[in-house]
C-alpha cells in the first residue's frame, strides 16, 4: 500500500543545534516533494519544493534533499532557534505536479 | 493582500445536519482543494476542482459534497452521512502544484 512517513512524531533540540527531519514514501513515484509549516490552529505554510532531478535545495537556514533511490527526503534546519518550533509537513504529488498527498508531520521544539 | 478566506473559524453541527464550510480566494488560482486534518494524521484529501463547474472527488469524499461556480470559490458542504465530521479543515488553492499550495486559516468542525 502507499505509505508516507515522517519520521518521529516529535523532535526536540537544543536552540542553535541543526535540526533533521525525514520522510520517507513508499509506492509513490514522486516528481516533486513539497515541504511545509504547520503551527497551531492554523493552516500550513510552503516552504520548499524540490524536484526528482535535484540532489539538494536550500533557502536561507533550510537545506532540503531528495533521494528518488532511498525513497526519502531530508530537511535540515540549522542554527535553529525557538521560532522554528511548529510541525513540519511533508508533501508529495501523485503525477504532474498536481494533487499531493501529505505526511503525517513531526512536531519540532527547539528548546532555548 | 492575496489570499484565502475561510470561514467561519469555528462551526458546531448537530446530529442530522448539513453545514456549509466557505472558501473563497483572490489569488487567480484555477485549482482548489479540501483537506481534512484529525490529530496524528497527515492532511487527507477530500475534494479538488482544477478549474470551474468540474472537481473530483479525493481519498475521503463520502459524505461530502462541493460546487465551484466561481473561480473564486470552493465551498464545502458536510451532509449528514458523514458519520464521523469532527475535524479540522482546510481550503488550499495552487496556480500550479510546483509552486506550492497557499492554504487558508481553517474551518474546526465540532458535532454536539
Known amino acids: 500500500s502507499q505509505k508516507i512517513e515522517q519520521n518521529s512524531e516529535a523532535l526536540n533540540i537544543q536552540e542553535g543545534k541543526t535540526a533533521t527531519l525525514t520522510c520517507n514514501y513508499t509506492n509513490y513515484s514522486p516528481a516533486y516533494l513539497q515541504w511545509y509549516r504547520q503551527d497551531p490552529g492554523r493552516g500550513p505554510v510552503f516552504l520548499l519544493l524540490?524536484?526528482?532531478?535535484?540532489k539538494e535545495k536550500r533557502k536561507e537556514r533550510l537545506k532540503v534533499t531528495f533521494d528518488t533511490t532511498l525513497k526519502q527526503s531530508l530537511f535540515h534546519i540549522t542554527a535553529s532557534q525557538p521560532a522554528d518550533s511548529a510541525t513540519y509537513l511533508c508533501?508529495?504529488?501523485?503525477?504532474?505536479?498536481?494533487?499531493?498527498?501529505f505526511g503525517p508531520g513531526t512536531r519540532l521544539s527547539v528548546l532555548p | 493582500d492575496g489570499g484565502i478566506t475561510q470561514s467561519p473559524k469555528y462551526l458546531f453541527r448537530k446530529e442530522g445536519q448539513n453545514v456549509t464550510l466557505s472558501c473563497e480566494q483572490n489569488?487567480?488560482?484555477?485549482?482548489m482543494y479540501w483537506y481534512r486534518q484529525d490529530p496524528g494524521q497527515g492532511l487527507r484529501l477530500i475534494y479538488y476542482?482544477?478549474?470551474?463547474?468540474?472537481?473530483q472527488k479525493g481519498d475521503i469524499a463520502e459524505g461530502y459534497s462541493v460546487s465551484r461556480e466561481k473561480k473564486e470559490s470552493f465551498p464545502l458542504t458536510v451532509t449528514s452521512a458523514q458519520k464521523n465530521p469532527t475535524a479540522f479543515y482546510l481550503c488550499?488553492?495552487?496556480?500550479?502544484?510546483?509552486?506550492?499550495?497557499?492554504f487558508g486559516s481553517g474551518t474546526r468542525l465540532t458535532v454536539v
Open positions: 524540490i524536484r526528482e532531478n535535484e
Open positions: 489569488l487567480n488560482h484555477d485549482a
Open positions: 508533501a508529495l504529488d501523485r503525477g504532474y505536479g498536481q494533487n499531493f498527498v
Open positions: 476542482s482544477q478549474i470551474v463547474n468540474d472537481f
Open positions: 488550499a488553492s495552487t496556480q500550479g502544484g510546483i509552486y506550492g499550495y497557499t
